[in-house]
């Protein structure tokens, strides 16, 4: 990180040779910042360009440099305020806004970062290793936002590609474990049992089947105790084995009694071998311990709803809103709208659903 460099020299003005201080024009403020910063005087050339754009807040190139400048020194503050301004000029430069991304994740405004990282990555950046990086970093975001399964899906071509970077591997292992945290956020206490899960999660993401069950078997051997490892290998069991994976789900309460995910899952499960009523209990308790878990709001709204208790469609809300991408919530929630009536809430939800359905199958389109 460079030092902090003051500006000698009054805003807007230049020093002649004899000591004499005169205004500059806009044109010659720009001019010195670009020779500045081609003669790599970065901080002399972020003063430059800051003054040039006192004098003109238009000038789109000079919060652009700005932006980068801040962001290289690690003033993440200072680029987030320069890229908002670039962005609002130049709205449909797609590097704007990752650069604008970047800089709210480092200063944690992560809603804002998620949103803005992936709205620069729609609009196409040409570059393969940038887009990596954004990824990554969306993948981070959603861990941190509670939104595990959409975090996973984002890790998964990594472990395709064979990136093992110890931060991504720390990052898998928190998605797994549904801990929402960064990398950098985890205690020391805990940096052992999010990097083993870390590794098992690599390899059931890289399709190693027989390494991964190995791997599983070495997690619950040494941490039998930590929360969300049942709950890793319940979602691991879940398509081969739902009678052992149930078992796990029921042993992750065992250890961690406020888990939401696992209560919502045997809430369902119970919903679908012997009804809504008895599963009604689980449901609501796993909703009162998640208000912000997707999975327990959308389990309570649909058992709510197939009571016919209209309660069940805030809930269904809450779980679309949490989680917008989920297609199953999107359906969910039109068939509660029309049940109770909510016609044209109802076809807004089925063509949401249509549209979530043709970006995940591009066959559809």
């Known amino acids: 990180m460079r030092g902090r460099f003051l500006v000698p020299l009054a805003l807007g003005a230049v020093a002649l040779g004899n000591g004499v201080v005169c205004a500059a024009t806009f044109e010659e403020l720009a001019a010195q910042a ?94 393969s290793q940038v887009e990596a ?28 590609r064979g990136a093992r970077e110890p931060a991504l591997i720390a990052g898998m292992g928190l998605a797994a474990l549904r801990r929402p945290l960064l990398p950098r956020e985890v205690p020391a206490s805990e940096q052992a049992v999010v990097n083993s899960a870390g590794e098992t999660a690599y390899l059931w993401m890289a399709g190693d089947t027989s390494k991964a069950e190995a791997s599983f078997q070495s997690l619950l051997i040494q941490y039998p105790d930590a929360p969300g490892v049942h709950y890793f290998h319940g979602s ?33 499960a119970l919903m679908r071998s012997l009804g809504d009523a008895t599963a009604l209990p689980q449901a609501q308790k796993a909703a009162e311990d998640g208000p912000s878990i997707p999975m327990a709001q959308y389990v309570y709204g649909l058992i709510l709803t197939h009571l016919c208790d209209k309660n069940g469609i805030a809930h269904l809300e809450t779980a679309e809103r949490l989680d917008s991408a989920n297609f199953e919530y999107h359906m969910a929630l039109a068939s509660a709208y029309s049940k109770f009536g909510h016609y044209a809430d109802a076809r807004r939800e089925r063509a949401e659903s249509i549209a979530l359905a043709k970006e995940k199958d591009p066959a559809e389109r």
């Open 34 to 127: 670009t020779a500045a910063r081609q003669e790599n005087k970065f901080p002399e050339a972020l003063g430059l360009y800051r003054s040039a754009l006192a004098m003109n807040p238009g000038w789109a190139e000079g919060w652009w440099f700005v932006g980068r400048l801040s962001y290289d020194a690690d003033q993440y503050a200072g680029g987030q305020e320069a890229f908002s301004r670039y962005v609002k000029l130049k709205e449909q430069d797609g590097g704007g806004w990752a650069f604008l991304g970047l800089c709210e994740f480092e200063t944690g405004h992560y809603e804002e970062s998620l949103d803005h990282l992936r709205r620069s990555l729609t609009m196409g950046l040409g570059h």
């Open 133 to 160: 990086v954004l990824h990554f970093h969306i993948a981070l975001l959603l861990t941190r936002l509670g939104l595990f399964d959409q975090a996973v899906a984002e890790y998964t071509p990594f472990a395709h």
């Open 236 to 268: 691991w069991l879940l398509s081969s084995h739902p009678s052992e994976a149930m078992a796990e789900f029921q042993r992750e309460l065992l250890v961690n009694p406020h888990c939401a995910d696992a209560r919502a899952i045997l809430a369902l």
